[in-house]
């Protein structure tokens, strides 16, 4: 009877009780599909192992100045009241509650402060969750997930506070915004350029004055601070300034990583064809990874392709329904959406000079892109005409599933996992590993064994002294053989130098593991 009456409350006592059960079922969804395999993962055992090992002057990066450290906290306080947490699954489980909060808070967002309609906020909410990209960093230890919950909850704010006429909570939003732009410095674009136009919409030029000073306050003010006592051997201004990655790849990239970042294409590796275009279009990137983990895909290549397909003509049959149907917006919610193009636009133009070519930077704005969608296909459609949109809805769950996140499920496939297996059993702390990377190959040896492990294509003149004076036994990965040819094609000067530096030496290669995943000791040429 007590149940029952648990039940009725969250029934009907107001909506969040609903908000509550959604969430609870969106975390469900997540952890049914957690991976097992972590083939993909870049920077995440990069940011664990500085969680877990360094001291946290150190983790205080220009590009993401307050999110290692919090995360350390974290990490720090659950170490003290005696709970066992792995530092990468940490923050991997903390990004998963994050992704619920996200698209809960979205739809309300949508719902009740855009106005946009229940049946496009839900649709909305769903193909944002589902978009493969925003899917698998769900279960990332990165900062993407965390920073979009609060750049979607912010949005709320300035649409909720607009007319507001106190000073109070704009320095409240200022704060906040501020606090996200110092977890991930890009969050500047959406919090201090496109979102402060809606205080332009109702003249509150003071009120805009204010934001700027309390968020300009705070952001200098709190990187000053980190700077005064760090070692950095760099003036004020470029630490300020820092953390923003060397330019890579054509800005015509951006197609397909946008493309990809909402409907999978892991599985394209299993296909040669495929596998040779995507490696001509991104020369500079190594895919070996994807090909091994793609392995799974050649018995439902058919099913794919398939799906494909359907998708393509299904998404080409609502544009144009779309188009000759008129959308109809009120002058709040084009202003409203007028936003959050912006904030795609701005961003996306961005992105275009500065990082045209990675999946995880145009993650960020996943979101008005999909929105935007979602108003141009849903908004107009009568309810008959839902099966359309929702349609397309089931073939990108069952590509993004078995074309993507279902690809992930068995470790058997994990390529740094089987790469490293050797070196996990028998390599010691005295040891250096040596490696052509990639780098989250790298990454994820620094954190799994106790060895020194020194990457050549970055840290050639550590690689060359330690083919030198290596003090324990020296071993080197299967890539000295066999480059993958992004490494040769983005670094061939550095490769060539360390390999004419073991010509030189009085080393020579002793095979201590064969096949795919080779490994190999140097040892002196007697």
Avoid at 88 to 95: D, E, G, H, K, P
Avoid at 188 to 213: C, E, M, T, V
Avoid at 301 to 318: E, H, M, R, Y
Wanted: proline share 4%; aromatic share 18%; with cysteine.
């Amino acid at each position: 009877m007590k149940s029952w009456r648990v039940i009725k409350y969250l029934k009907f006592k107001n909506k969040y009780s609903y908000y509550i059960i959604a969430f609870i079922c969106l975390e469900v969804f997540l952890w049914v599909f957690f991976p097992g395999n972590r083939s993909e993962v870049d920077d995440g055992y990069w940011y664990a192992q500085g969680i877990r090992d360094e001291d946290f002057i150190d983790l205080f990066n220009p590009r993401f100045l307050l999110f290692l450290p919090i995360m350390k906290g974290l990490y720090c306080v659950l170490e003290f009241i005696g709970v066992s947490f792995d530092a990468y699954l940490l923050m991997c489980t903390i990004s998963m509650i994050f992704s619920g909060l996200v698209i809960v808070l979205l739809y309300d967002t949508l719902a009740a402060y855009l106005s946009i309609g229940k049946k496009t906020s839900l649709f909305a909410s769903l193909v944002v969750l589902i978009s493969y990209e925003f899917w698998r960093y769900s279960y990332e230890a990165e900062v993407y997930i965390i920073s979009t919950f609060f750049i979607i909850l912010l949005f709320r704010w300035f649409i909720k506070t607009k007319k507001q006429k106190d000073y109070q909570h704009v320095i409240i939003i200022g704060a906040l915004c501020a606090f996200t732009t110092l977890l991930y410095k890009p969050n500047f674009i959406p919090l201090f350029i496109a979102f402060p136009i809606i205080y332009l919409y109702f003249g509150k030029i003071k009120q805009l004055l204010l934001f700027y000073s309390v968020g300009a306050l705070i952001i200098v003010g709190s990187f000053l601070m980190v700077y005064s006592q760090s070692t950095l051997e760099v003036d004020f201004v470029e630490f300020l300034f820092g953390g923003t990655n060397t330019p890579t790849g054509k800005p015509y990239m951006a197609i397909f990583v946008v493309a990809s970042n909402v409907f999978s294409v892991l599985w394209f590796f299993s296909s040669e064809t495929l596998t040779k275009f995507i490696q001509s279009t991104f020369p500079h990137k190594v895919m070996e990874e994807e090909v091994f983990l793609a392995q799974q895909a050649d018995p439902i290549q058919i099913l794919l392709f398939s799906v494909t397909i359907l998708f393509v003509l299904l998404t080409a049959f609502i544009i144009i329904r779309a188009l000759i149907r008129k959308l109809v917006l009120t002058p709040y919610q084009q202003k409203t959406l007028g936003s959050l193009m912006i904030w795609f636009l701005v961003y996306a133009i961005f992105l275009l000079f500065m990082d045209p070519s990675s999946n995880e930077p145009w993650l960020m704005i996943q979101i008005p892109l999909l929105v935007g969608v979602s108003v141009i296909f849903v908004k107009p459609l009568k309810s008959s005409k839902l099966w359309l949109p929702y349609s397309l809805l089931l073939l990108l769950f069952i590509n993004n599933y078995f074309g993507g996140i279902w690809l992930l499920q068995d470790p058997v496939y994990d390529y740094n996992k089987r790469k490293a297996e050797w070196l996990h059993n028998n390599a010691g702390s005295n040891d250096i590993i040596l490696s052509y990377g990639p780098i989250s190959f790298i990454r994820y040896l620094r954190y799994t064994t106790s060895s020194e492990v020194i990457s050549i294509e970055e840290e050639l003149d550590d690689s060359i002294e330690a083919l030198q004076h290596s003090s324990g036994r020296l071993f080197i990965t299967n890539e000295i053989n066999n480059t993958p040819s992004a490494i040769y094609y983005r670094s061939a000067n550095e490769i060539n130098r360390f390999r004419n530096a073991f010509k030189s030496s009085d080393l020579k290669i002793r095979s201590v593991n064969k096949g795919n995943f080779a490994t190999y000791e140097l040892i002196p040429n007697d």
